[in-house]
């Protein structure tokens, strides 16, 4: 069963397309990464698939309904961020006693637990939390509230780096105990992938790919080796990513279409063939090409050369 079919969306803002013609599909009860560069229009989905703005165009339905102002929607889903919002005269303790009212399949339990685990003052109040302490509540929030659809928006922004080790694998604990559907939007695909069944890349507002992390692991190859023998291998492919190691050796990642008798001639080539780690496959998909921080340095002044 499908909780989230997209049909394509499209936002616009001020003319500008902040997602287009977005066409997927979200199966019940999977962890999905949605990974995009910043600006790549990750916010915007989220927040039209949890129902909080509408779309320019194209369709949304989750849980069957069209999320915006759909009752059924927000009573089935929670949406993490940092601005999560709480009543500021209320302490954290007695936020946690208030939540359990919000959401039916609340687990105080393990609330109150991670709740003292990251040794928080119930006598705190949210407003006065740091950046990373106020994205570990929220996400304590979004843990324990258990909804059949979790939405987690960059939820490690400002966590220290054990926090946001501690974090992901209670995320991976309670979900293999309480399978739900889970969307978690980041740009560290490093960082979550293997609590991740698939991946949704978007890039502009366009979708790349959509597809399980074990496929995305083999969905390309680096070659590299002499430069002719390399690019002679690679002649009509598109080349996803490439550079130049010394003055004849040449790094390339192209789509991974190769049989396996045509990779063990590569291979008697001279040519050395590897796996190309998701996370990096996904910043060469989105790459801008304005070269790269190195060309801002490096260029002549204005009219340096005139
Ligand atoms: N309320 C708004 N008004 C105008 N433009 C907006 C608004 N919200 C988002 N945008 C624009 O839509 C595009 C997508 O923004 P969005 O916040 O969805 O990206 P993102 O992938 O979440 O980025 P980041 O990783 O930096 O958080 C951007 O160009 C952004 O400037």
Redesign the pocket.
Known sequence: MNVIECSKLTKT??R?K?LDQLSFQIEADKITGLI??????????LKMIAGFIKQTSGEVKVFDERPFDSLTVSANSIFVDDQMSFPPAVPLGELLQVAESFYPNWDQQLAQRLFDYFSFDPKNYHNRLSKGKTSTFNAIIGLAARTPLTIF??PTTGMDASVRTDFYRALLKDYIAHPRTIII?S?HLDEIEDLLEDVLL?HH?QKHLHLPISDLKEWAIGIQGPKVTALEFIDGREIIHQKMIGSNTLYAVVKNVFSESTLDRARTDGLELSAVQASDLCVYLTSETKGGIDDVFDRNEPGADD
């Open positions: 803002y001020f500008k902040a995009g560069r910043n600006g790549a229009g990750k916010t915007t989905l928006d960059e939007s740009h978007i507002g």
